[in-house]
């Protein structure tokens, strides 16, 4: 039977729904025992989508817009197909980043048009035109959220579901999350965000891994006033069944191209500080973000070419060039791991050859620039991780209020 929990700063509508836990078996040194566990919490994790029986009736007679993508899945079907079927009036679909079908590269802009498949109207929420106009908010009732995120502030799904919810306040719509599994949801480490560097590649002031699900974030953004100040919203989260945070987790479908499986998930944090550099990361291969390599500079002796990836990568970075550097296909790293940016950013530093080439970019990445600065005067890996423990405590303390599942 499902519980609302109203027990938030402000008031707060949680479907909450949790029968069971299951404990986090991993073993540090078996990926095979790790991903034997993964698959079997994926079978018993019941998402949010999944109790479709629970939040259908609020649909019945509602103008429903939907913020979804690829992994908007129920079982083998898509959210949009059964609420389809249960005769929901779906009157518009919102496309974040890499699109509704998740076939567009990162970065690239899209317009909006028509989905081929069921008629409905699909209107673009990344690029410039990250809020919809009015008069297609106007003629809504309910928005659902329903988006397979990875725990990284710089994954821009969360960015998106920031602007859609203050849009939703501003128009008297109400918000629905329909809540996923953070993979990364392990952790809380990284600098936190200063508001100075708020950009769409990191939108509040969290830590780098913040180790909350997409509903408990919704939670947060309206119950902290960051909203731009409004607390008007209607927002419901379907909770999960079955989950704990520290559960180890395989995404079923890529939330994204150039993050194709678990192990790109899990370098994802550590490895996307290199879009500020002219070091690849293996966008326009088989194996993006697992593996670090240059041209002229390199560490390690494995050696691949990026090529044009339509879907992926269309240029990606050292297109075309044979590169030399550390394959990490077999990495067992997670979480917030600097040894990577600081070891390549010193091989740079012997070679006299700027490694930050996009200062500015990798400053929003970090979400401060202290990060970058701390790299340059050579900081070590331990030194800088402790410069924001005080700040994580802090962030703690501010997220409890919002979890609707174990805490770390």
């Known amino acids: 039977m499902a519980r609302l929990c109203l027990n938030k700063p402000c008031k707060l509508t949680v479907i909450f729904l949790i029968l069971s836990q299951f404990l ?13 566990q993964a698959t079997a919490n994926n079978k018993n994790i ?3 989508a999944e109790q479709i029986k629970d939040f259908l009736p609020t649909l019945k007679g ?8 690829q992994t908007s899945k129920i079982a083998n079907q898509h959210l949009v197909d059964v609420l389809i079927a249960h005769h929901v009036n779906i009157e518009v679909i919102f496309a974040p980043e890499h699109g509704f079908r998740g076939n567009h590269d990162a970065g690239e802009k899209f317009s909006s048009s028509v989905d081929k498949k069921t008629s409905i109207p699909l209107i673009s929420i990344y690029g410039k035109s990250k809020i919809p106009p009015v008069e297609i908010m106007e003629n809504l009732d309910v928005i659902i959220f329903d988006i397979q995120d990875v725990g990284v502030r710089f994954y821009t799904y969360i960015s998106s579901m920031h602007y859609m919810m203050k849009a939703s306040a501003d128009a008297g719509v109400s918000f629905m999350v329909l809540d996923r599994p953070n993979p990364n949801g392990s952790f809380v480490d990284g600098p936190i965000l200063e508001s100075e560097f708020s950009s769409f590649v990191g939108i509040h ?12 974030l919704a939670l947060m953004f309206k119950g902290e006033g960051w909203l731009n100040g409004t607390t008007s919203l209607e927002l419901t989260v379907v909770a999960m069944e079955n989950y704990q945070r520290t559960m180890a987790y395989s995404l079923p479908i890529k939330p994204s191209p150039n993050l194709p499986n678990d192990i790109a998930i899990n370098l994802y944090p550590s490895l996307g500080f290199f879009e500020a550099t002219p070091v690849s990361i293996g966008r326009g291969t088989d194996f993006p973000f697992q593996v670090i390599g240059h041209d002229n500079i390199s560490i390690g002796n494995f050696n691949f070419m990026p090529v044009s990836t339509p879907g992926a990568a269309l240029t990606p970075k050292l297109m075309n060039k044979q590169l030399l550097g550390e394959d990490l296909r077999q990495s067992e790293v997670r979480g917030v791991n600097l040894s990577f940016i600081i070891k390549w950013h010193k091989a740079f530093q012997l070679a006299d050859t ?25 900081k070590s890996e331990q030194e800088i991780k402790q410069s924001w423990q005080s700040d994580i405590l802090k962030f703690k303390r501010l997220r409890k209020p919002y979890l609707l599942y174990n805490d770390l």
């Open 24 to 36: 986090f078996a991993c073993s540090a040194t078996s990926a095979i025992n790790t991903n034997q």
């Open 46 to 48: 019941i998402t949010g």
């Open 205 to 216: 002031e969290i830590p780098l891994l913040h180790g909350m699900t997409i509903g408990e």
């Open 354 to 378: 700027e490694f930050f080439t996009h200062a500015n970019f990798m400053d929003k990445l970090s979400g401060t620039d202290k990060l970058r600065k701390a790299i340059e005067a050579g």
């Open 62 to 69: 509602k103008r429903v817009g939907l913020v979804v993508n």
